[in-house]
């Protein structure tokens, strides 16, 4: 319902964070022996120092340090390879589990009794309520006024500098950040000066400001009772830095005069915004100096930016050595370093130089010394962290390039991705010397005897490095034809990296090859045969295959086809045969019963009504599709309009071979709908069916056409009341964009002085998150079921760029058939870049979302871990127990992945293991290859994608009679005293309704 989550069954709001020093954080321990990931994975950055201060603050004895800056940098780097190394080795190993003789006689004594009692034990399901979402509303003008007159201007001396860093450094939110960073925060901190009985928070209001003690006491009350004290160096209010929520204790003032460091969230995420933002523009740009990265993708870039590591060196200390081994590219962001070869001084690199770009594709040891002259940052990537999260370099960069060529060419640029990509994967690359005759006449070769270069055997190539010459052969001048020797080269074109050859030879795949190829310095070519050609395209030739690529592309504007299987769209492709009709031949007549589907694949023909010419069509429109579905005479007369007309066509009869059950009946059912014209006078109330934070949902009925439909209506005074109106107006947006069969459908929206109105298709079957209840723990086939289309559905909105931003199984119901619909677009945004707003239900959110440097689609894919592990294990993974948002977020980002004992589905476990990744660079989904990733997974291995987008899978539940959120109350059959049914026009921003 509404903005952010707002849902029929609402969670009971768990008890608020108790205000305490930073110091007393819990630290979780692991007693279970279940496979873990290390809690420092979510301080990504962070640098020993800071970590040494966090300690402090904390009463603990700091980590031992190294001692110099030099020392501490290189056990950085250290630190966050051994984290990414964690991150991706742990995700190979096999759980462990909770084991003993006592484990065992129980295993034994109760084994009728495992499938409940494991479930229960670990936490169970039945226990979580259902979750609402955060929504934001500054609403702490109260405790801001009171502060106010408590501030005052201070220079921040050193020793001020220390205390402020050490408790940033400790703060949740910073803990990912490095030591420049919780400086750059610190400047945001400002000076509250109190005297005794000053009261600095109250209990029940809601706070914005985070505290560190500067001098004197304050006490902590509960109801008035004071259960503890803060004193200098100690902080509180840190739940206050990620979300406005009432306060649950009073601080007050305690000696004669206290003082307080502090910083409003507006302020201080702000801050991290822009410092952030500032951060990711400023390497990009850097990497974008890099010749060496010009051929791959602004994605790509992007990607490899979010990975970046931050370095610093002091004056005088080495960067990389002679003759070590190199895995790392460097980029220069400040100061300078000397290259030296052998002791011999040979340049200075400055700001954007870059080096060690060879040691991300080969082996080599360095081949120079690089030693900063000054204090010089630098950002870094190694060839591991690369690899992992966009692939191996020099195959993604040749990739890139072939990709590149082929959607150049005459012949290939009309090929979707997938065939695409299985042309460039069967490519042979070979290498050649200067000057060198690569190709001849006849596809002659002077590489190789090898039978690879048979006769007609290469139909096209690519450059992928180097230079070649191609030449074409003519008569000499003045000369008599007797043989080869009359015929001389003559060069037409130079092609260089990054350019193709042989359109010519891929349209007529039997005409000889009769050019020469020389390569002009050491060249590396990509060679497609005819062979490799032909295998990829299924043994079809190549107009075959255009003409195929055709139809698909026409067919996939057309809802009743777009969301066919493979399977049934080759079968129906296939089944399409050609049909020619001659001028002013009628190709339907109107008034008949329709039967079959057309395509123009050449010429033009004439819409006719009556004795009335509307309008024409040409190639590659398409018309009476609605014949395949509906016995419905046609409503106009098509007849041929050009000298000749050939049509593709397809008949009903073997359309409904191909598209039978299930997917038949929800075409069906989405053409009736579609076609109907609805207005708001002809809706009639049937029931309550939700209810939420802006309203109800309601059952309603079509009155002309009996067609049901859900109508949501929102209080417009609910959505001012708590600012949302950019949100509604987001979400209309989104659902008006959207169109996928495992998404909620928007008919249209109405408006009233009182409500704004969602009518959406009608969804029968209650919400996952109750029939993940009936069903108990979910086994292998029905975690698949609802994950696979959790990801397809979610996938559809990453290609539009849309975040969801709030997945969770109360946000997916079960239409009649026990297939999924998500719903509820109140958090979802169009992102532009990286947000860095917290949005969404708290166990579900990522820990990019919670720390506040800016997240992007990733967030959405963690999410997945989240469900799949409740599917499965039954409890959450992080923060099930937790009392307070605050426990829920540590737990997030520091807690220890678990795994009960009765989970023993290894492939499971590991998908789970690479969802739950805190580093969302690396997260399974969130590398270059996207969600082809995750759907390639081994515990998708006997799973059938195209059978489930074709609903010809049995859903793990079947839902009996209609399931909603909320029975009929009393009067649910009327509308609601202020739901008045006249529209009017008299408004501002929400006029789109």
Known sequence: MGACGSKAQQQTRSPEPKEQPAAEANKSTDQSGAAVYPAEAAQVERKTSCSSAAAANKGEMPTASTGTPEAQQQLDQQQREQRMQQESKVASQPPHHVEGAACAAFVLLFLPLLPFCQWAAFGGRGERKAQKAIMHKDDSQAEDARLLGHLEKREKTPSDLVLIRSSLGSNLVCSSLNEAEVDALANAVEYFAFKAGDVVTQQGESGSYFFIVHSGEFEVLVNDKVVNKVMTGQAFGEIALIHNTARTATIRTHTPEAALWGVQRQVFREALKQLSSRNFAENRQFLASVKFFEMLTEAQKNVITNALVVQSFQGGQPIVQEGEKGDVLYILKSGKALVSIKGKEIRVLQRGDYFGERALLYDEPRSATITAQEPTVCVSIGRDLLDRVLGNLQHV?????????????????????????????????????????????????????????????????????????????????????????????????????????????????????????????????????????????????????????????????????????????????????????????????????????????????????????????????????????????????????????????????????????????????????????????????????????????????????????????????????????????????????????????????????????????????????????????????????????????????????????????????????????????????????????????????????????????????????????????????????????????????????MFPHYVTDQDAINLMKRLLCRLPEVRIGCSINGYKDIKEHAFFSDFDWDRLAGRDLSPPLLPKGETYAEDAEEGGLELEEDEGLELEDEYDWDKDF
């Open 397 to 897: 960069l040749f990739r890139n390039i072939m990709l590149e060529a082929l959607q150049q060419s005459k012949v290939f640029a009309s090929f979707p991705a997938d065939q695409l990509g299985n042309l460039i994967e069967s490519v042979v690359v070979k290498d050649y010397p200067e000057n060198y005759t690569i190709l001849d006449r006849e596809n002659r070769t002077k590489a190789s005897a090898s039978a690879f270069f048979s006769a007609q055997g290469v139909r096209f190539f690519f450059v992928l490095e180097g230079e070649v010459s191609v030449f074409s052969y003519a008569e000499k001048a003045g000369g008599a034809r007797s043989g080869e020797q009359d015929l001389e080269a003559h060069l037409i074109e130079t092609l260089k990296r990054g350019q193709a050859f042989g359109d010519e030879y891929v349209l007529a795949p039997n005409k000889a090859f009769e050019h020469c190829v020389k390569s002009n310095g050491p060249t590396k070519l990509a060679l497609l045969t005819a062979s490799a050609l032909t295998a990829t395209l299924g043994g079809h030739n190549i107009d075959e295959t255009l003409d195929y690529n055709n139809k698909l592309a026409i067919t996939k504007k057309m809802y009743i086809f777009r969301y066919l299987s493979e399977q049934q769209t080759q079968t129906l492709i296939r089944a399409f045969k050609t049909v020619r009709y001659t001028h002013g031949e009628a190709i339907i007549r109107e008034g008949e019963i329709g039967s079959r589907f057309f395509i123009i694949k050449l010429g033009e023909v004439a819409i006719i009504k009556g004795d009335k010419r509307v309008r024409t069509l040409g190639r590659h429109d398409y018309f009476g599709e609605r014949a395949l579905l509906h016995d419905e005479r046609r409503s106009a007369t098509v007849a041929a309009n050009s000298a000749e007309v050939d049509l593709w066509v397809v008949d009903k009869d073997v359309f409904l071979q191909i598209v039978r059950g299930p997917m038949l009946t929800h075409l069906e059912e989405r053409i009736r709908m579609q076609d109907t014209k609805v207005e708001f006078k002809d809706l009639q109330v049937v029931r309550v069916v939700g209810r939420g934070t802006f309203g109800t949902v309601k059952l309603v009925q079509h009155i002309p056409t009996k067609i049901r439909y859900a109508l949501k209506c929102v209080s417009r005074r609910s959505v001012v009341a708590l600012s949302q109106q950019d949100h509604i107006r987001l979400e209309r947006e989104i659902m008006a964009e959207n169109d996928h069969p495992f998404i909620i459908r928007l008919v249209r929206t109405f408006r009233d002085k009182e409500f704004l109105y969602f009518l959406t298709e009608l969804v029968t079957g209650g919400e996952l998150y109750d029939a993940i209840r009936k069903l108990g723990l979910l086994g292998r086939y029905q975690a698949q079921f609802y994950l696979a289309s959790i990801v397809l559905a979610i996938e559809y909105l990453h290609e539009r760029n849309i975040a969801y931003r709030d997945l969770k199984p109360e946000n997916i119901l079960l239409d009649s058939q026990g297939y999924v619909k998500l719903i509820d677009f109140g958090c979802a945004k169009k992102m532009q870049g990286r947000a860095y707003t917290l949005v969404g239900t708290p166990h579900y959110m990522a820990p990019e979302v919670i720390l506040g440097k800016g997240y992007t689609l990733t967030a959405d894919t963690w999410a997945f871990g989240v469900c799949l592990y409740e599917f499965m294990c039954g409890p959450l993974p992080f923060g099930n127990d937790a009392e307070d948002q605050l426990e829920i977020f540590r737990d997030i980002l520091a807690g220890k992945l």
